[in-house]
């Protein structure tokens, strides 16, 4: 487990080098703030490293604020790393501003050669929402613009890049527009928004979307705490099907993933060769932990979905972009 005396953790993402070291990039923020709420407008990209994703080494910080003005001078929220076919390291995060009290959120880029020292890619956000297909910022309808948690990953083909969004569509009600976001690079810098990967269907977000393959399935995994009572207001984790990586996802179908205190999980490979979740504890007995937990062993059963448990000694989760 990954807990901080003195700062709340919370969305977590991860990374593994050539030496076999894992990197786990997260939000943090101080637990001096006391109200646990006040946490998201004070996030930075913190950072640790582990050999075996249970006992972690504290590093310095990823990424900070953004000196003002800056469209990402408030806070810096969840993302994706990956390596480039350049052997640079990739982070593209989330960021919001001080002039938007921070209701507006679009992407950056951050670039290292070494996984620790980063650098931002030029001095604006690297992709945006296209009112086409997305909302924008409206208070009547919801209380931000959601473009966030991009999620990377290379087109298994070999053409170029996806990267999945927090996103809402620009048509609906209300409290049931949450689709997953697409945009798409030739080469992890120039980006152009395509069509949402799947329709409305009943979460007002799907937030910190990451897609992997597990026993033979595709899956989409997400999270949210705004589901429509048709979907059950009681299930935040879920996992939706598709043909392949690429979607497109039946959001409609998803099943939920049960656990009474874990949020924003990602799949992460593990040694034996499964796959394992892991993510942050929010309120546990009334009280906000803010902590990464201990990897959960998954597989996907048909019909079910994810399921805790290792994989079967027949077939074993294949990886995944």
């Given amino acids: 487990m990954l807990r901080l005396p003195d700062h709340w ?16 990039f997260f939000l943090r923020a101080s637990r001096a703030l006391l109200d646990p709420h006040r946490r998201h407008l004070r996030a930075t990209i913190g950072h640790a490293v ?13 990424l900070v604020p953004a000196d003002a003005p800056s469209w990402d001078d408030l806070a810096t929220w969840t993302g994706s790393t990956v390596r480039g076919p350049d052997g640079r390291w990739y982070l593209f995060y989330t960021g919001v501003s001080r002039a938007e009290d921070g209701l ?14 980063w650098h931002r890619h030029g001095t604006g956000p690297l992709v945006e929402a296209d009112p086409t297909w997305y909302e924008l910022l409206d208070r009547d309808l919801w209380y931000e613009q959601a473009w966030r948690d991009p999620w990377v990953f290379p087109d298994p083909a070999g053409a170029g890049w996806h990267m999945l969004v927090t996103a809402r569509a620009n048509h609906g009600p209300a409290g049931e527009r949450g689709v997953i976001g697409h945009a798409t690079s030739p080469d992890l810098v120039t980006w152009t928004v395509r069509p949402p990967l ?9 937030e910190v979307p990451q897609v992997a393959v597990v026993d033979g399935q595709p899956l989409l995994l997400f999270c949210t705490n705004a589901a429509t009572t048709a979907r059950g207001t009681g299930h935040r984790i879920w996992t939706a099907t ?80």
Avoid: C, K
């Fill in 9 to 24: 953790v919370w969305d977590s993402w991860y990374a593994q080098d050539e030496a076999g070291l894992r990197h786990a």
């Fill in 50 to 62: 582990s050999t075996d994703l249970r006992s972690w080494r504290l590093v310095a910080d990823a």
């Fill in 104 to 117: 507006v959120q679009r992407i950056g880029l951050a670039v290292s050669e070494d996984l620790t020292t």
């Fill in 198 to 206: 799947s329709a409305p269907a009943g979460f007002g977000h799907l």
């Fill in 242 to 321: 598709g043909p392949t990586v690429n979607g497109p996802w039946d959001v409609a179908s998803a099943t939920p993933f049960p656990h009474p205190h874990l949020y924003a999980p990602r799949l992460v490979p593990g040694p034996d060769g499964g796959w394992s979740l892991i993510g942050f504890l929010d309120d546990v007995d009334g009280e906000f932990v803010g902590a990464l937990i201990d990897p959960i062993p998954v597989r996907y059963h048909p019909g079910t979905g994810l399921v805790a448990g290792g994989p079967s000694e027949e077939t074993r989760p294949e990886r995944a972009p």
